[in-house]
Nanobody
């Protein structure tokens, strides 16, 4: 079983920065694709950024140039560095781990961490 624990959320002013962390309790962390998603009140969950097991990154257009996803396989941790934050970035941010095994993709989710951007 995979357990994901997010941390680093909080209240920040517009233009500020935060770094989210997601610690994974899993064997073979390096084989998992990792991602960050977010869900704002009244909206569907949306992709923010992903990083594959090989290190390829992908970002939502709304965060390109402001957010950076990275991973430390030695620490079983994935990070999301968020800069130039805007009020519309306010949401619960969820960590995701995914792996394809024998033709089936398995996805796991953390409990989420709240990010609020407000003056």
């Amino acid at each position: 079983q995979v357990q994901l624990v997010e941390s680093g959320g909080g209240l920040v002013q517009p233009g500020g920065s935060l770094r989210l962390s997601c610690a994974a309790s899993v064997n073979f962390f390096s084989l998992y694709d990792m991602g960050w998603y977010r869900q704002a009140p009244g909206k569907q969950r949306e992709l923010v950024a992903t990083i594959t097991s090989g290190g390829t990154t992908n970002y939502a257009d709304s965060v390109k140039g402001r957010f950076t996803i990275s991973r430390d396989n030695a620490k079983n941790t994935v990070y999301l560095q968020m800069s130039s934050l805007k009020p519309e970035d306010t949401a619960v941010y969820y960590c995701n781990a995914g792996r394809l095994r024998v033709g089936t993709r398995y996805d796991y989710w953390g409990q989420g961490t709240q990010v609020t951007v407000s003056s």
